[in-house]
């Protein structure tokens, strides 16, 4: 006997399955958690500023294969950053998208609380220096 898609669909959730959080997001879900950064932002300038800031991120995420969308792999992508040579207030921004980002996919039930919640730990630099300047100085 088959069943038509909306009787799978009701017989899944009768037995009380919950899809689960990923750890690993592929392109839609990335676009998809995107879309809603973007809405959630009034000015025109803002919407640009987190696009880009989030196209780029998607852009390095993607260029190689990633365990997770994780704590350890932003704090990556804020290390490349910071070799580039970005001011701070450049990886600031890029890295408020990026929590930005977590949050919407999290919200929208895409990546566990637990997983958003370490990205959301990975801050920018309140100073000028960079992670390596801080380190080797003193």
Not at 102 to 118: N, T, Y
């Amino acid at each position: 006997m088959q069943l038509d898609s909306a009787s799978r669909t009701s017989t899944s959730r009768a037995k009380g399955k919950k899809s689960r959080p990923k750890f690993k997001l592929g392109i839609p879900d990335l676009e998809h958690s995107k879309a809603a950064v973007l809405r959630s932002l009034g000015p025109e300038d803002s919407r640009r500023g987190y696009q880009h800031a989030i196209d780029e991120f998607v852009a390095w995420y993607c260029s190689e294969p990633r365990l997770a969308f994780n704590k350890t792999v932003v704090l990556r992508y804020r290390f490349s950053l910071e070799e580039r040579g970005l001011a701070s207030g450049t990886i600031n921004v890029r890295m408020a998208a990026v929590r930005q980002l977590a949050f919407e996919a999290a919200d929208s039930g895409l990546l566990s609380p637990e997983l958003a919640a370490g990205i959301h730990r990975v801050k920018g630099f309140a100073t000028g220096l960079s992670f390596r300047q801080l380190a080797y100085s003193g």
